[in-house]
C-alpha cells in the first residue's frame, strides 16, 4: 500500500510483538473467563446439543470423521476435532467445552487486536476488542459449541496476515478456517475478486493476479471433505432435507431481499449495535481532527468488501437467518466505528462509554423484537428452565413417556448433553402449534406426560407488528405460533403440574390424565 496517497491515511504500523502477543492473552483470556464464569458449567443448548456436540463425541469415542448418533449435515471436521482433543486429555464435561470455546474467543479478539493496531494504533485496537467482546452476540456466542466463532477467528488472522503481506501464513489461515465452516470459503474469494478488480487508487499493494488466484486454493481441503463425505454417505452437502432447507428452499427471489434486509440490520442494528452506527453515522458529519488519522481508504474498501460479501452471500445460503453467521465481520464493522468516532470526535470517549452501555444492556434486558436466545444471556434462562423441568421429570415420570419437541426429546434421551443422568423415553413431535398438537391429541395413548416450553421468543410489547412480516416469517423463515401451555395441555387431556417462567421463556410439565379427554379448549380462538 502507498500511504502517501492520501495525507489523511493511517499507514501500516509494525505488527505487535511477541511479547505483546502474550500479554494481550493473559490479559483477554483473563477477563473472558471472569466474565463468563457463571455460564461455565452449563448443559448444552439448542444446535449444539443438536449436532455439533454429538458429533464431536461420536470423533471422541470411535476416531469417526462422520457422525452416527445424529445425521450428518456435511460440516467439516475441524470444531469437532478440537473439541475431542480437550476431552481426551481434560474430561468430558460442559466446562471444558466452554473452557475451550472462550480460548477460541480469546483467538478471535487477539485477530482484530492485531488488526486494528496495524492498520490504526494501539487506543483504537483496545477499544475495538472491548467493544467487540461485550457485543451480546460475540459474548454469548463465546462459550457455545458453535462452528462460527472458530471460523470467525481463523478468517480473522487470515485477514491480518493478508493485510501485512504474509501470503502464506495467510493462505494457511483461511485454509483452516474453510475446515471450520464451509461459508469461510467467502473471505479468500472475496479478497481474491478484490484483489484482481479493484481500481489502482485503492489498491492495497502492487497487483499480482496469480498470486490472488492462489487464494482459491484454500478451498481445496473443503472440496476434498465433501468428496469424502459423499464416499461414506452417498452425499456432498449432508442429508437431503438438510440441503434442501439451507439451499433449495433458500433460492426464492423475494426471500433472498427479505434475507439481505434481515442481515443489514444484524450488521447494523441488531442488539444495540445501532447506538455505535448511528453515532457513527452523526460522527461523519463533523469534521476530522487533523491530528488523527484515519484507515487507510484501501484497507477500509478491503474489510466492507467482506462485510458485503457475508451479507449478500448469507442472504443466500442458510435456512436460518442466525446473527452468529457473522461472527467473522462483526469486529471489523466495530473497528471501523470506533476508528471513525476517535478521529472525528473529541469527546469520543464518552460516545464509547455510551455505546458500551448499550451493549451491556442488550446483553441483559430482551430487545422489543423477536430474536434468537443465542444473542445474549437469555440462553441461559433458556437452559437453566430447561434443566429444573428435567431434573422435575427425572423424578417423577419413573420410565413412563414424554411428549415434547426438539431439542428437549435430545434432553431427555441423551444424558451426555447435561440434563439428566439417566434416558427418559420420549415421544417427538415438531413443536406445539395448533396442527401438532392436534396430532398428539390423536394419539394421546402414546405418552403420559408432556414437556411443553417456549420455541420461538415472543417479546410482551412487540415494537413494531406488520402483518405482511408475519406472513413472510411463516412463509420463508420456518416461524411458528406455539399455543399456550394451558390450551395444549387441554387438548391432550391433561394436567399442568410444573411451570416455570424467566424473561420471556418458559417450561410445563403436563400429566396426562386418562379420565379427561379434551381435545379443543373451547374458549382459544382458533
Excluded at 454429538?54 to 470423521?65: I, S, V
Excluded at 387431556?493 to 410439565?509: D, K, P, S, T
Aim: aromatic share 12%.
Amino acid at each position: 500500500m502507498d500511504a502517501r496517497t492520501a495525507s489523511a491515511d493511517q499507514p501500516l504500523n509494525l505488527a505487535p510483538s511477541a511479547r505483546e502477543h502474550l500479554s494481550a492473552f493473559s490479559l483477554v483470556f483473563t477477563a473472558l473467563f471472569l466474565s463468563h464464569v457463571a455460564l461455565l458449567r452449563l448443559p448444552y443448548f439448542w444446535d449444539e446439543a443438536g449436532y455439533y456436540i454429538p458429533a464431536a463425541r461420536d470423533f471422541l469415542l470411535t476416531g469417526d470423521l462422520i457422525p452416527h448418533t445424529t445425521l450428518s449435515n456435511a460440516h467439516p471436521p475441524l470444531l469437532m476435532i478440537y473439541l475431542a482433543g480437550w476431552w481426551k486429555f481434560s474430561g468430558y464435561t460442559p466446562a471444558v467445552t466452554r473452557i475451550a470455546m472462550l480460548l477460541i474467543a480469546c483467538f478471535a479478539l487477539l485477530g482484530i487486536w492485531r488488526i486494528a493496531a496495524v492498520v490504526s494504533n494501539r487506543t483504537i485496537a483496545a477499544v475495538t476488542v472491548l467493544c467487540t467482546a461485550i457485543y451480546p452476540v460475540f459474548f454469548a456466542q463465546s462459550t457455545l459449541a458453535h462452528l462460527d466463532m472458530l471460523a470467525g477467528a481463523l478468517t480473522l488472522w487470515g485477514l491480518a496476515y493478508f493485510i501485512e503481506g504474509k501470503w502464506t501464513r495467510s493462505w494457511i489461515l483461511f485454509t483452516l478456517a474453510c475446515l471450520a465452516k464451509e461459508t469461510a470459503i467467502l473471505a479468500p474469494v472475496a479478497l481474491c475478486a478484490w484483489e484482481i478488480l479493484q481500481p489502482s487508487r485503492l489498491r492495497l499493494r502492487e497487483r499480482k493476479v496469480g498470486r490472488s488466484l492462489l487464494y482459491l486454493l484454500c478451498g481445496l481441503p473443503l472440496a476434498l471433505w465433501f468428496v469424502y463425505h459423499h464416499h461414506r454417505t452417498g452425499y456432498f452437502l449432508g442429508n437431503p432435507e438438510y440441503l434442501r432447507y439451507n439451499l433449495g428452499a433458500t433460492l426464492t427471489p423475494l426471500r433472498i431481499v427479505l434475507a439481505i434486509v434481515l442481515r443489514l440490520w444484524h450488521s447494523l442494528g441488531y442488539m444495540n449495535l445501532f447506538v455505535l452506527t448511528l453515532l457513527t453515522a452523526a460522527a461523519l458529519l463533523e469534521p476530522a481532527q487533523p491530528e488523527r488519522r484515519r484507515i487507510a481508504l484501501p484497507v477500509q474498501m478491503t474489510f466492507y468488501v467482506l462485510i458485503a460479501a457475508y451479507i449478500l452471500a448469507l442472504a443466500v445460503l442458510g435456512g436460518a437467518v442466525l446473527a452468529r453467521y457473522l461472527l467473522p465481520v462483526y469486529p471489523l464493522i466495530v473497528l471501523v466505528c470506533v476508528s471513525t468516532l476517535h478521529r472525528r470526535l473529541r469527546w469520543w470517549p464518552v460516545a464509547i462509554a455510551v455505546v458500551v452501555a448499550a451493549f451491556i444492556a442488550g446483553l441483559i434486558f430482551n430487545p422489543p423484537y423477536r430474536f434468537a436466545p443465542e444473542d445474549n444471556l437469555t440462553y441461559s434462562d433458556y437452559v437453566l428452565l430447561h434443566k429444573q423441568a428435567a431434573n422435575y421429570l427425572a423424578q417423577h415420570t419413573h420410565g413412563e413417556r414424554v411428549l415434547t419437541a426438539w431439542p428437549a426429546s435430545d434432553e431427555l434421551s441423551r444424558p451426555f448433553l447435561g440434563y439428566v443422568k439417566e434416558p427418559i423415553p420420549v415421544v417427538r413431535i415438531d413443536n406445539f402449534t395448533l396442527a401438532q398438537m392436534q396430532l398428539a391429541s390423536a394419539g394421546q395413548e402414546q405418552y403420559d406426560w408432556a414437556y411443553l416450553f417456549s420455541t420461538k421468543y415472543e417479546p410482551p410489547h412487540l415494537l413494531i407488528h406488520s402483518a405482511f412480516w408475519e406472513r413472510m416469517q411463516r412463509r420463508f423463515f420456518d416461524d411458528h405460533t406455539d399455543l399456550p401451555p394451558e390450551i395444549a395441555a387441554q387438548m391432550i387431556g391433561g394436567r399442568i403440574v410444573y411451570r416455570a417462567e424467566h424473561r420471556g421463556e418458559w417450561v410445563a410439565l403436563v400429566r396426562i390424565e386418562r379420565a379427561e379427554n379434551a381435545s379443543l379448549h373451547p374458549d382459544y380462538p382458533y
